[in-house]
């Protein structure tokens, strides 16, 4: 602990001692800070040899010395155990002498019991300043351990008095910094409470929303199976109705007696390329469940063409008119599959839309264009728009309009994510005289 020292320096300036006497502050290293007696010479300059002997045996003391001016002088000095900083009150020694000569001068024509009236009157006044000033010594202690001084009483020489009020009023000092440092310590240790509780919130709510996130990706790749799934069928259906047909046939040529090498070769050709083809479907359904680790620039035309292939089957049902409009040669820097997704969620949305209201001539328009350098796909269909009272909703989490058992509601809540987080890019709806329209906007490439 310090002691400003430019307070104590204002306190001993006023302190009043007389011409003679002088006091200095000394620091831990046992340099002058601060002397009220030619402040210029001696501020800054380390305590004298004799003076660091007398410190370097006791905290506290008394000795006959050489000041920093050459002058011999008694000092008394107290240094505080906590900031190891230094008190030193001296009288220069010729001043005590001078008293006496003075007294000796007076007596040196008279009788030898007057000489010895004056010395003994030295002697007391020197015995009473000493008293004094290791009266000094306690409380300037006590300041030193940091404890509170209320008065320091039983001073009987004016000066002394005033150095132990100087003593008092640094020990009120001290303790209102002690109560502003309890005070500092007391915010801060509830701040560090408070930032604490708050960071284990923070994490206890990503933590939820991690897994609620999680728990969504899975629930949206369930729903995306299940409709691969329902795809894969409708897909192999016309494949397998026509190689059944196939066999039937050389059965039936056998029997009518037509059965010929050309016939079966032929057969066995249109059977490979049926089989060719439901390999190829499995391996397009393949690639589309395959995780992408890294954006890539791909092109936007060969993606949809890509979904469309998937859809085939389940679109051909319901006769949905399928039209692409090429207004450009789009690419786009992303995850080519999680793009094939966001499609796949919006296309049989609009699907299952133009199914439940029973639209005739169902289409569904898909163009392709650019706009400062970013790739823009717009998917409209005519299955009469999205209601306006849920168009806020859509894009919710578990927000569907199908019933529980047939929508799982993460699916455009999944694409909005791809396309917003994943992607850098925006996906938004809107709805037009016929129906309702999604419009996604996302990186043309740049960074390839």
Request: glycine share 6%; hydrophobic share 50%.
């Given at each position: 602990m310090t002691f400003p020292s430019d307070r104590l320096a204002s306190i001993l300036t006023t302190l009043k001692l007389p011409s003679e006497w002088y006091g200095s502050i000394l620091d831990s290293k046992q340099v002058v800070v601060t002397?009220?007696?030619?402040?210029?010479?001696?501020?800054?300059?380390?305590?004298?040899?004799?003076?660091?002997?007398?410190?370097?045996?006791?905290?506290?003391?008394?000795?006959?010395?050489?000041?920093?001016?050459?002058?011999?002088?008694?000092?008394?000095?107290?240094?505080?155990?906590?900031?190891?900083?230094?008190?030193?009150?001296?009288?220069?020694?010729?001043?005590?002498?001078?008293?006496?000569?003075?007294?000796?001068?007076?007596?040196?024509?008279?009788?030898?019991?007057?000489?010895?009236?004056?010395?003994?009157?030295?002697?007391?006044?020197?015995?009473?300043?000493?008293?004094?000033?290791?009266?000094?010594?306690?409380?300037?202690?006590?300041?030193?351990?940091?404890?509170?001084?209320?008065?320091?009483?039983?001073?009987?020489?004016?000066?002394?008095?005033?150095?132990?009020?100087?003593?008092?009023?640094?020990?009120?000092?001290?303790?209102?910094?002690?109560?502003?440092?309890?005070?500092?310590?007391?915010?801060?240790?509830?701040?560090?409470?408070?930032?604490?509780?708050?960071?284990?919130?923070?994490?206890?709510?990503t933590e939820d929303l991690l897994e609620k996130e999680r728990l969504l990706i899975q629930q949206s790749r369930q729903a995306a199976m299940g409709e691969m799934i329902g795809n894969i069928a409708h897909q192999w259906r016309q494949p397998l109705n026509t190689l059944g047909l196939t066999v039937q046939q050389l059965l039936l040529s056998f029997d009518m007696g037509e059965f010929?090498?050309?016939?079966?070769?032929?057969?066995?050709?249109?059977?490979?390329?049926?089989?060719?083809?439901?390999?190829?479907?499995?391996?397009?359904?393949?690639?589309?469940?395959k995780p992408e680790k890294e954006k890539a620039v791909f092109n936007v035309r060969g993606a949809i063409d890509t979904t469309l292939s998937l859809l085939e089957g389940s679109l051909l049902y319901p006769h949905i008119d399928i039209r692409i409009v090429q207004q450009a040669d789009a690419v786009i820097y992303g995850y080519r599959n999680e793009f094939a997704q966001v499609l796949l969620n919006i296309l049989t949305n609009a699907r299952d839309v133009m199914i439940e209201r029973k639209i005739d001539a169902p289409r569904v328009t898909i163009a392709i264009g650019s706009e400062s350098g970013a790739a823009v796909v717009t998917i409209a269909d005519n299955g009469g728009g999205v209601p306006e009272e849920i168009m806020d909703r859509i894009f919710d989490p578990y927000f569907t309009t199908k019933g529980e058992r047939q929508g799982t509601g993460v699916g455009l809540f999944m694409s909005k994510a791809i396309i917003e987080k994943n992607m850098g890019g925006t996906l938004t709806v809107s709805n037009t005289s016929e129906g309702a329209e999604f419009r996604i906007v996302v990186d043309g490439g740049a960074r390839a």
């Open positions: 002397r009220t007696q030619n402040p210029a010479r001696a501020v800054g300059a380390r305590a004298t040899p004799a003076l660091s002997r007398a410190m370097a045996k006791a905290m506290e003391g008394t000795a006959e010395i050489v000041n920093l001016d050459g002058q011999p002088v008694f000092a008394t000095f107290c240094r505080s155990a906590m900031s190891n900083w230094t008190v030193v009150i001296a009288v220069p020694r010729a001043a005590v002498m001078a008293e006496l000569y003075r007294w000796a001068a007076w007596a040196a024509g008279g009788a030898t019991a007057i000489s010895l009236v004056g010395i003994a009157f030295g002697l007391v006044m020197a015995r009473r300043i000493a008293r004094n000033i290791q009266a000094l010594v306690p409380p300037a202690l006590s300041i030193g351990r940091g404890e509170f001084v209320a008065a320091i009483d039983g001073l009987s020489v004016k000066e002394t008095g005033d150095v132990a009020a100087a003593l008092v009023q640094a020990s009120e000092l001290l303790r209102h910094r002690a109560r502003e440092r309890d005070e500092a310590e007391r915010l801060l240790s509830r701040t560090m409470e408070l930032l604490q509780q708050e960071t284990a919130e923070r994490l206890r709510a010929s090498r050309e016939l079966l070769s032929s057969n066995v050709k249109s059977s490979m390329e049926l089989i060719q083809h439901m390999s190829r479907t499995i391996d397009d359904f393949r690639d589309y469940f």
